[in-house]
């Protein structure tokens, strides 16, 4: 199943969507005014999990002033003025040089998890989303990145959720970014450098969960940077494709 | 006015609070203190602020920050007054931090600091633990330190912004088992709340509900089981706090689960 949340005359509603992308409330075609995102909680994001990208770093990390690489994910939240839904417009920052678009499979949890084990972590997870986990280019890793990921518009998201039981393997899915229609990232999710079970096994050690929370899986290596006018849509194997585009602020 | 959120018989109300911290429930109930489930008053994102004291960088051995540094807690790490919070097993340093919290009450977007304050609905008073032994250099501090499970006790309450003649003079008191550890005063923060509220809103949109914790002076200790850690704000609140171990805590935790 693949779920949404959709505006339609003013009010948010829940929605299934069909084969063909076409909105369904109580099993009638709607068409939506807008799309919300379809998840309601925190977001938390993963840097550097993606081998490549991680790889690339290494030699950086092992340099002044602290000579090691991280030791363990590597965590950031995204605040809600961030999320935009499919179709929104990603705001290109007054008074700023460059942003960048960041492809990322999105895990909705499902249930309340705290302490889970890496076996049964997956049980947690409600269904997968797309996100565009959009940035300021990032000079350093050592403080927080508020200024660079915190920006309104800065997360969209969506446009469905699919079910987990929908996803064969989470772990093998191609994903993509696009601007203005050309392929300009490429990636898979089998390039992880820790899994998805991994992740939410070791967050729920200290904190919990609860439904409807989002986890930023992580983007690969190769940031593109985005323009005012340009289509940018991030495209997920059997996930969905989520399109935006920037606008000036 | 003092405004709290609390749970009684299962039920959460938003409450407004009276002498000797009573609770009056929309009903016009009155509850005593500790008759009823002390909640965070707040439920945004709050915007801590790292190294915001110049007396504490130095004790941290940090150079004062030419811009504010700042970090994200969301939801999941706060708890209320006298609640429990949890010591890991084996860590060698958990320590409290007493801080003034501003409480956004209205939607903030390129702010000017003059007219700042007019965008704070009150203030509240956090205690924003932090274990050290999970300190990396990454997105430092990251969440590993300082967004855990009931490790942000907010409140009691919030106090309107007009009952606070002056928030950057105010003292800030920390107490262990009722022996006075830390004091210091908002007058000696880096960056102003007024500051504060102009710098983020120029790069971002507050939400009514988020708070911005505004740091902590110097005069940290280690906490363990069993201390109660008392951080008080004059004038704003008395926050009450206890810490338990980590078994304690999860059996609790599981407890209230399975009820």
């Known amino acids: 199943m693949r779920r949404a949340m959709i505006e339609v005359d003013g009010k948010v509603l829940e929605a299934t969507v069909d084969d063909k992308g076409q909105a369904l409330v109580n099993g009638q075609a709607v068409k939506p005014d807008a799309w919300k995102a379809p998840f309601s909680g925190t977001v938390f994001g993963i840097a550097l999990n993606y081998q490549g990208l991680l790889d690339s770093k290494i030699a950086e990390f092992n340099q002044d002033p602290y000579k090691t690489p991280p030791k363990t994910p590597v965590l950031y939240i995204k605040t809600p003025n961030t999320v935009v839904g499919h179709e929104g417009n990603i705001v290109f920052p007054a008074g700023v040089d460059a942003i960048q678009a960041g492809p990322a499979l999105g895990v909705v949890i499902g249930k309340r998890a705290s302490r889970v084990s890496e076996a049964e972590a997956m049980e947690y997870v409600g269904g997968y989303t797309a996100v565009n986990e959009v940035t300021l280019p990032e000079v350093s890793f050592y403080r927080p990145a508020v200024k660079a990921k915190c920006r309104d518009t800065f997360c969209p998201v969506g446009p469905v959720v699919v079910d987990a039981a929908d996803i064969a393997d989470p772990h093998a899915l191609e994903i993509k970014l696009l601007v203005n229609g050309e392929v300009r990232q490429q990636n898979s999710t089998a390039n992880f450098v820790r899994s998805i079970p991994e992740l939410i096994s070791f967050l729920s050690q200290f904190m919990t969960f609860e439904p409807g929370d989002l986890i930023i899986t992580g983007v690969p290596e190769g940031r593109v940077d985005i323009a005012v006018g340009d289509k940018v849509e991030v495209e997920i194997a059997g996930v969905g494709r989520l399109s935006n585009t920037v606008v000036a602020e | ?259």
């Open chain 2, 1 to 259: 006015m003092k405004h709290a959120r609390i749970r009684y018989q299962g039920e959460v109300h938003n409450v407004a609070v009276e002498d000797n911290n009573a609770v009056r429930l929309a009903d016009g109930t009155l509850l005593a203190e500790d008759q009823v489930e002390w909640l965070a008053p707040a439920t945004g994102s709050m915007f801590a602020l790292g190294l915001n004291y110049a007396d504490h960088a130095a004790e941290l051995a940090f150079k004062a920050p030419t811009e504010p540094l700042v970090f994200i807690k969301a939801p999941n790490t706060y708890t209320g007054h006298r609640q429990i919070t949890w010591r890991p097993d084996n860590v060698a340093y958990m320590h409290y931090e007493c801080e003034l919290v501003a409480v956004i009450g209205k939607t903030a977007r390129n702010v000017k600091r003059e007219d700042a304050l007019e965008y704070v609905a009150g203030y509240t008073v956090c205690n924003d633990y932090a274990i050290r032994d999970y300190l990396e250099n990454y997105y430092r501090p990251n969440l590993r330190v300082k967004n855990r499970d009931c490790t942000t006790p907010v409140g009691p309450y919030i106090i309107d912004r007009s009952q606070i003649a002056d928030p950057q003079n105010l003292t800030l008191r920390t107490w262990i088992n009722g022996e006075l550890r830390q004091e210091g005063s908002t007058k000696d923060m880096i960056f102003d709340i007024p500051f504060l509220i102009e710098y983020l809103s120029s790069f971002m949109t507050l939400q009514p509900g988020d708070m911005i914790a505004t740091g902590t002076p110097e005069g940290l200790a280690d906490v363990v089981p069993g201390d109660e850690v008392v951080v008080e704000v004059e004038g704003v609140g008395r926050l009450v706090n206890t810490i338990v171990s980590e078994a304690d805590f999860f059996a609790v935790k599981n407890a209230a689960v399975a009820k």
